[in-house]
């Protein structure tokens, strides 16, 4: 089947380069079928080309040094796939053979498979690559991108799979192609280049580089040839530039691409550290916010629109603690609209990678799980700060649509779905599988509930995209019920059945492409969002989600092997970078202060030694993105930019300042102002740019409360909480709810019976020591550095002694 991707708009770049497009190494090209393998063709002499015009009739060419080996592995793979594969690619003969296969079918990673099937010679990152572009004196062509990406698609189509341009690539490069997501150490040292090189970056990311790897010139989608999209040059006419640049002086290109390597490493060696940030930086955080804040949208002005752009956690600390009423507007607002907007899938929940307009309206289409899991997180503190269930229902709503859409059978959660898919026509479409018309809601709903749907999700016969709306709601059910004249609470409940029955007919469209990956950090953030849920919420299926991903995450770990980056199909791949680590050891501390399993606080434990072992900076403090023992790139990235995901550096720090919370470990404590420290000129210059990290800084600046509730013994199975708090008897309920349901995010969490006290638990938390029962029933320690309070078994005591929050210093 032929497939086409129309695009609409071009990749976010800059500031917003948060678009994870990932792309496979470029593989090397063979014309291959299932019966036979077509022989090696010839490769010109080195320095001799067509011209670029010439390209556009010359056959896509097979590499000489393809070997007959090698031609009967690619063809193996290509048959292992199974009669129920389908060859994404346009080159397939009439019973469906691909024309072209690859090195590419020989890798795990989606997306590279993705291009398993191009005309041109991919090779996966490696030294096979570079060992035939020095051996050939070949530039090296780089793409980077991710499965899910949809620039990166519209260029696959337009240029990588274009025999005319898959010809000059072949003859003039050594191309290779990169996931980002499976090689984010690769995706971060060639991104600083192109950002450096052109003040901006983003994916599809195009770098040329010379056979020692350093990068000579570089930019992110490319129009295929000049003209298309207005283009003054395209991609067929920068090839042919560059490899004529190369093949005249190539020792010139070489000096001149060190040259820029040297200045960009020194630009990124890591700033010495400073002094410890002080409280102040939250008021110059609420200004900034509020100077970027959309009054009218919420978030930060303009378009496109990420819900990584503006700082909402972040201003809910600040207006906890100040009392700022502009801080929370500015939070409530933006988590309001987003709801209501396009951004969220109003039928099945869950939130889109980000919207294309300011109005959060028009979406670009792909999920990722790391948006929905640090979003559910978002939404559950503001249902903690203000008491709404309108933010509990959202949270609720995205970790149901991970766990309906996005669970693997074991537990864990796959990464991402896909921003296109196909419409009734047949047609691939970007946002077809989401998108509604006037006819399909009647014909779905009966001429009553889709003029009421019609109404409420705002579906018209213009629509959105192509004649088809994007369902969002900029009208309260309360004035719906007050036009319809009937109750909130009839209307609330016709409109989820409207939304349920649009569910059921909507499954049984053809869906989006699902990346399988299962990343470990993206993991962990999921974790963190089911365990907080399971806290908040007392839901029960949360806890056992989150206990049972977990489970997998760490069992390499329980086998006396280290941890691995992502999994494929349950088997590890990879080795961890700092962010698996950092957050999965975040989420373990989530899963400890639900089940007070010390099993739980020892795994943290141990993934932040590790951290500290092997990607720490000795001299300037923090860690680097890679350990050691992981491949030397162009350079060694030491994260400083908060973007979509929060960097390995923000979550360490306020998980060693957790750990020292539970611990009274001074070393804990050491590394977490460490890692402060390393990046206070950052965080002074920009610190927007390092929201998450300030969020350790608030807990810094702050005296974290220490809340434990003693339960009687048998009111939890087995002397701890192993099935979470909803395990809890009911006469506990009561306190764990104020504890549970208050936002007060410094703080650490321990339900445990007296016997945990006297036991394990007591000897890894020495402030839980000497705790106990009054009268024989469940009771609430509130403590500040090891003072307390006097112990209650009031709910409404208990309440008084958690209301006050220390003002900023």
Excluded at 260 to 271: D, H, M, N, R, V
Aim: aromatic share 8%.
């Amino acid at each position: 089947m032929r497939w086409s991707r129309a695009s609409r708009r071009c990749a976010a770049v800059g500031e917003q380069r948060t678009q994870l497009y990932f792309w496979a190494a470029p593989c090397l090209l063979l014309a291959c079928s299932a019966k036979s393998c077509a022989g090696p063709g010839s490769a010109p002499e080195t320095g001799t080309r067509p011209s670029a015009e010439s390209a556009a009739s010359t056959p896509a060419a097979s590499a000489a040094e393809d070997s007959p080996v090698l031609r009967q592995r690619l063809q193996a793979a290509w048959k292992a796939k199974g009669p129920g594969y389908q060859p994404r690619t346009r080159h397939q003969d009439p019973d469906g053979t691909p024309q072209y296969t690859n090195r590419l079918i020989l890798e795990s990673s989606p997306y590279l498979l993705q291009h398993a099937h191009n005309p041109v010679n991919w090779f996966a990152w490696g030294e096979e690559a570079f060992a035939r572009a020095r051996a050939l004196q070949r530039p090296v062509f780089l793409s980077v991108g991710y499965s899910t990406c949809h620039w990166c698609h519209v260029m696959e189509e337009e240029s990588f799979e274009d025999e005319a341009i898959a010809s000059f690539l072949n003859l003039h490069y050594v191309c290779i192609k990169v996931d980002r997501e499976e090689r984010p150490d690769i995706d971060a040292a060639y991104l600083a280049f192109v950002e450096a090189f052109t003040g901006a970056g983003g994916w599809p990311m195009s770098v040329w580089l010379t056979p020692s790897r350093e990068p000579f010139f570089g930019g992110t989608y490319f129009p295929p040839r000049a003209g298309a999209r207005g283009a003054r040059q395209g991609l067929l006419e920068l090839l042919g530039a560059q490899a004529d640049r190369f093949a005249k002086d190539p020792t010139s290109v070489v000096r001149q691409a060190r040259e820029f390597a040297g200045k960009l490493q020194a630009a990124s060696a890591p700033a010495p550290a400073g002094a410890l940030p002080g409280a102040s930086l939250f008021e110059q955080v609420r200004q900034t916010a509020q100077l970027r804040f959309d009054p009218e949208q919420g978030g930060a002005r303009g378009a496109p629109k990420f819900p990584s752009s503006f700082p909402v956690r972040l201003l809910l600390r600040i207006a906890r603690r100040s009392g700022d009423a502009e801080a929370r507007r500015m939070a409530l607002s933006t988590l309001e609209h987003m709801q209501a907007g396009g951004i969220y899938d109003q039928i099945g929940g869950g939130f889109h990678r980000y919207a294309t307009d300011a109005r959060w309206l028009v979406p670009h289409f792909e999920k990722m799980l790391y948006d929905n899991a640090l979003l559910a997180v978002a939404y559950l503190e503001a249902a903690q700060l203000t008491a709404d269930a309108r933010y509990t229902r959202t949270a609720r709503e995205v970790l149901d649509y991970l766990l309906r859409d996005m669970v693997a059978p074991d537990g864990t959660f796959y990464s991402a779905t896909d921003a296109d898919s196909l419409t009734p026509a047949g047609q691939e479409q970007e946002g077809a599988f989401f998108t509604w018309t006037p006819a399909e809601l009647e014909k779905t709903l009966g001429t009553a509930d889709a003029s009421l749907a019609q109404s409420w999700f705002g579906v018209s016969t213009a629509g959105h995209i192509d004649g088809r709306s994007v369902l969002h709601t900029e009208r309260s059910a309360a004035d719906l019920a007050r036009e319809l004249r009937l109750s909130p609470a009839a209307v609330e409940q016709r409109l989820e059945k409207i939304r349920q029955t649009l569910l059921a007919e909507r499954a049984q469209r053809p869906r989006p492409l699902r990346d399988e990956k299962v990343i470990v950090a993206w993991n962990a953030l999921t974790l963190s969002a089911l365990t907080r849920a399971a806290i908040v919420l007392g839901d029960a299926r949360y806890a056992e989600a989150a206990r049972r991903c977990a489970a997998v995450l760490t069992q390499p770990l329980d086998a006396g092997s280290s941890l691995p980056h992502l999994f494929l199909a349950g088997s590890p791949q990879g080795q961890a970078f700092a962010d698996d680590g950092a957050f999965l050891s975040a989420a373990l501390l989530d899963l400890f202060e639900l089940t007070a399993d010390a099993r739980w606080l020892e795994r943290s434990e141990q993934l932040m030694e590790s951290l500290e072992e092997g990607f720490a900076d000795r001299t300037n403090g923090g860690y680097f993105l890679t350990a050691s023992r992981h491949e030397p790139l162009l350079s060694r990235s030491k994260p400083d930019y908060d973007g979509p995901m929060p960097t390995a550096n923000s979550v360490a720090a306020l998980t060693w300042l957790r750990l020292y919370a539970f611990t009274e470990d001074t070393r804990y404590l050491e590394r977490a102002q460490s890692t402060l420290r390393a990046f206070s000129h950052a965080i002074a210059a920009r610190p927007l740019a390092l929201d998450q990290l300030l969020l350790a800084l608030d807990w810094a600046s702050d005296a974290p409360k220490e809340l434990v509730l003693l339960v009687p013994e048998g009111q939890v199975p087995e002397g701890h909480v192993p099935e979470g708090h909803g395990a809890l008897a009911p006469s506990a309920r009561p306190l764990l709810d104020v504890l549970t349901r208050r936002f007060i995010p410094n703080s650490v969490l321990v339900v445990a019976t007296e016997a945990d006290v006297r036991g394990e638990l007591g000897q890894r938390i020495p402030w839980l020591q000497d705790r106990k029962l009054q009268r024989g029933r469940a009771t609430a320690y509130v403590c500040e550095n090891g003072t307390c309070q006097l112990p209650t078994t009031e709910p409404a005591v208990l309440a008084a002694q958690l209301a006050q929050a220390r003002p900023y210093p």
